[in-house]
Nanobody, 122 residues
Framework: QVHLVESGGGLVQAGGSLRLSCAASGRTFSPYGMGWFRQAPGKEREFVAAISRFGDVLYAESVKGRFTISRDNAKATLFLQMNSLKPEDTSVYYC????????????????WGQGTQVTVSS
């Protein structure tokens, strides 16, 4: 079992930045691929970014060039640096872990955090 806890969400103006963190506990963090997803009210959960155990990264087109995913295996922590935020980035952001290869498909991921709210005002 992998327990994931997100933090770092909040309210920010458009054009601003936030850095999300996801602290992992339970099993060893380094073998897992990790991802960030988000879900806005009334919408389906959507892929944001993922990073493999080897450091390979994958981004949704909507966040490329603005968001950066990274991980610190020694601290068992996943990060999402979000710059140039837009009102349409407003969502609950979730981190997730997979024992398989990373993908944009939420069903690939075995463990999920509870989410952290990000609100971007115009």
């Amino acid at each position: 079992q992998v327990h994931l806890v997100e933090s770092g969400g909040g309210l920010v103006q458009a054009g601003g930045s936030l850095r999300l963190s996801c602290a992992a506990s339970g099993r060893t963090f380094s073998p897992y691929g990790m991802g960030w997803f988000r879900q806005a009210p009334g919408k389906e959960r959507e892929f944001v970014a993922a990073i493999s155990r080897f450091g390979d990264v994958l981004y949704a087109e909507s966040v490329k060039g603005r968001f950066t995913i990274s991980r610190d295996n020694a601290k068992a922590t996943l990060f999402l640096q979000m710059n140039s935020l837009k009102p349409e980035d407003t969502s609950v952001y979730y981190c997730a872990a997979t024992g398989r290869g990373i993908s944009a498909n939420a069903r690939t991921y075995d463990y999920w955090g509870q989410g952290t709210q990000v609100t971007v005002s115009s």
